[in-house]
């Protein structure tokens, strides 16, 4: 009983993980539905308030348990960091959600589209990585590493060609201004989910 109230019963920060992974998922299908049907934005705007609400109540929650724990699974500075970048992907979602229908878009780009379920694949990816922590599939979460640079790269590549197309074809500056704020939160949350990936492999180097 001593030992039990020096040493309490360890933290469980890996279902912790895989809570804002799940969270990262739903958000990032959500924004997909968004961009193929605008005029849903309000309604799934709300929608992905709601998770982005929550994912931040289990930001707090892990960052209240990590100054708790005596003796964590990982590195107090991995798990930081990891659930930082974790929510700020969340962030960068809420925020492309939220522009959307402040913006006032009627219709939608296909390149917003494509960038959207990019970030979409990304986010199932980092859900399987972050997942694969608590058995300690290290080999694995490599491999969703490495599927996440390739995602990223994939999502410059359609951010430079949409930015492209829409200084070419689009005449009207507000709109031009308007979908080139998208692109850029939705491109800036890909590059995060990199950050994601640069994390876990740091993690898997330390603990292979």
């Known amino acids: 009983m001593v030992l039990r109230k020096i040493f309490p019963k360890e933290t ?25 049907h605008l005029d849903k934005s309000e309604y799934l705007a709300k929608q992905i308030h709601e998770i982005e609400q929550n994912g931040d109540m289990l930001t707090h929650e892990i960052f209240r348990m990590l100054n708790k724990t ?6 107090r500075e991995d798990i930081h960091a990891l ?51 608590k058995d300690k599939k290290y080999s694995y979460i490599q491999e969703f590493c490495i599927e996440i640079n390739r995602l990223e790269n994939k999502a410059d590549t359609i951010f430079r060609n ?20 998208i692109f850029e939160h939705l491109e800036d949350a890909t590059d995060t989910c990199e950050d994601v990936a640069n994390i876990l492999e740091s993690i898997v180097l330390k603990h292979a």
């Open 12 to 36: 469980d920060f890996f279902s912790m993980f895989a809570s804002a992974g799940e969270n990262l998922k739903d958000s990032a299908a959500l924004l997909v539905e968004l961009m193929e």
């Open 70 to 75: 005596f003796i964590t699974p990982i590195d």
């Open 83 to 133: 659930v930082c970048r974790l929510d700020d992907v969340l962030d960068l979602i809420w925020t492309c959600a939220d522009r959307s229908y402040l913006f006032k878009l009627k219709s939608s780009r296909p390149e917003a589209v494509e960038l959207s379920k990019t970030l979409q694949t990304s986010a199932e990816v980092i859900m399987k990585a972050v997942s694969a922590l």
């Open 162 to 181: 949409a930015l492209a197309k829409l200084f070419e074809e689009e005449k009207d500056p507000i709109e031009i201004i308007k979908w080139k704020n």
